[in-house]
């Protein structure tokens, strides 16, 4: 089974991505993050392997997601990505 995971290279889902593969050595994931995964991400998920996709793009793109749907058999979501900034726009503005 193939789950998709947004969101996938921060902390919490990168650990869901991981556990999901280690549980079940026919699982495959797809983690899709507007942000490449950095150095110490890559690292995390090298012992996965080719059963892990990381995927670089934005959640909002109905293109790319097009994409992925047509490109891996997924079969559950797990919904993470969003926005953990906060700037100083956000701040003297919330509106």
């Known amino acids: 089974m193939t789950l998709l995971i947004t969101g996938g290279t921060g902390f919490?889902?990168?650990?869901?991505?991981?556990?999901?593969?280690e549980s079940?050595?026919?699982?495959?994931?797809?983690?899709?993050?507007?942000?490449p995964p950095d150095a110490m991400a890559t690292a995390f998920f090298a012992p996965l392997g080719d059963r892990l996709d990381l995927v670089?793009?934005?959640?909002?793109?109905?293109g790319l997601l097009d994409r992925i749907?047509?490109?891996?058999?997924i079969r559950r979501i797990v919904h993470g990505a969003t926005v953990t900034s906060i700037n100083r726009l956000t701040l003297a503005d919330p509106d």
Do not use: I, K, S
């Open 24 to 35: 079940d050595p026919g699982a495959r994931a797809v983690v899709l993050d507007v942000a």
């Open 56 to 62: 670089q793009g934005d959640v909002r793109d109905r």
């Open 12 to 21: 919490v889902m990168g650990n869901l991505a991981r556990r999901w593969l």
């Open 69 to 73: 749907a047509r490109d891996h058999p």
